[in-house]
């Protein structure tokens, strides 16, 4: 059954200053811009919260520019906005790639890098981007901003350290350094869910993040050590078995997650290789 929606409430902040307002006087609130994760809980009626912040028409959360030797992207950034800027694609091109498969052409239109993050799912494509890159959450309040390390983010499954009262504004990437990759496994593809995603960047100190295999998106600095001091992937490959922890779920085993890990840890080290 559909959720009611007289039972809802929309706030519709025209700043981020009204915004962050909102949250700290009105809250809790639920923040949404491109809502393709709060219309599906709208549509099957299993909305958890009955009060919303339109984030949407706040374009001050949609810049993507280089400030300080970093790559920031607003939080509301579309992931069609993200495939079409110059900046990712010469800086960043594994979160373009990772863009391409998030859902069709309409999901990529609406649905915003902050809210991929904001919704914390384990399978969510950009996450294990960002785990690589070594990115900054900005999270801003009407007090301040702080800035949270992406693989500090999380705390569980869809739990992470933001406060109430506070808002994703940005994420900031450091210069990567070395050959970046991304895969996605699903069923159809960008139409699907995640069975398994990973990204990497090969460089002196490789770097290697995966999702669904885990209550959040993780890195695996054993499996990094691994190659970084050897290069032996064969080794690296044991090692990732023992670093995730994927489960059993309508969308797939944990054994074949686990199979399809190790094949593609073998696949990006093969493909980044010289030569």
């Known amino acids: 059954m559909r959720t009611a929606i007289s039972s809802l409430r929309l706030f519709e902040p025209q700043s981020l200053r009204e915004a962050l307002g909102l949250l700290r006087d009105e809250g809790p609130l639920v923040p949404l811009a491109g809502c393709t994760d709060v219309y599906v809980s709208f549509n099957d009626g299993t909305l958890p919260r009955t009060r919303f912040l339109n984030l949407w028409r706040l374009d001050a959360l949609r810049r993507i520019h280089v400030r300080d030797s970093q790559l920031v992207i607003g939080s509301l950034a579309t992931f069609t906005a993200i495939v079409r800027s110059r900046l990712v694609q010469r800086r ?11 859902g069709g052409l309409q ?16 399978a969510g494509d950009s996450l294990p981007v960002l785990a690589a890159a070594d990115a900054i959450v900005v999270l801003q309040s009407a007090e301040g901003i702080r800035r949270v390390p992406f693989t500090r983010f999380y ?3 869809r739990a992470s350290v933001m406060r109430p009262d506070e808002l994703i504004a940005a994420i900031e990437i450091p210069p990567v350094e ?28 490789p770097r290697i993040a995966l999702g669904s295999v885990a209550p959040t998106v993780v890195r695996v600095p054993r499996t990094e050590e691994v190659l970084a001091a050897t290069g032996d992937v064969a080794e690296a490959r044991r090692v990732l ?4 922890a994927p489960i059993d779920d309508v ?5 074949y997650r686990r199979r399809v890990s190790g094949n593609l840890l073998v696949q990006f080290w093969q493909e980044t290789g010289e030569g």
């Open 251 to 255: 969308r797939s085993t944990a054994e």
């Open 155 to 157: 705390t569980g499954y």
């Open 178 to 205: 070395g050959r970046q990759w991304f895969r996605k496994v699903g069923t159809r593809a960008a139409q699907a869910i995640s069975k398994v995603v990973m990204a990497g960047v090969r460089a002196k100190r």
């Open 241 to 244: 078995m023992t670093e995730i």
């Open 107 to 122: 999901i990529q239109n609406r649905g915003t890098l902050g809210g991929n993050i904001a919704t914390g799912s384990p």
């Open 92 to 102: 960043l091109p594994m979160l373009v790639a990772a863009a391409r498969e998030v």
